[in-house]
């Protein structure tokens, strides 16, 4: 009995020193990602520099259509806004390398807190322009 439990600390050892051995050396492997940070990098700055183009210029073909009450420069920039911290949670959180449920569950509540407080805000502003639009109250700001 004795000999049977020695052979089995031995092989649970051997399995162990393994397992360690192997995750040291996979752990010395170090890739560069030295091009997708300047991919990340590039992507994010004309995402921005979109964004400061468009609130510089203020195209009137945007500023002017309205869609589902408010105008498609507004629509455009919470799309690129949304699609710029999408991407950062993708790539600089390591989103991309976790398991397809880890990221649904990050994802989706933080889909439908964006698109609640995107709801609140909408109908929020609509109501306090129908306020100031039919009352005495004057517009002070």
Known sequence: MALCRSSLGIR???????????????????VSNTKRIWFVFALLSVVTTVEVFLGIIKPES??????????????????????????????????EGEKSILRKVVVVPVIFLVLYLLFILLTEADYIFEIFKNSTIKWNF
């Open 62 to 95: 945007l500023h002017l259509t309205q869609f589902l009450g408010m105008n498609l420069l507004n629509w455009i920039f919470y799309i690129l806004t949304i699609f710029k911290a999408y991407y950062i949670v993708w790539a600089f959180m390591h989103m």
């Open 12 to 30: 649970i050892y051997s399995f162990l020193s393994r397992l360690i051995f192997k995750s040291y050396i996979m752990s010395d492997v170090h």
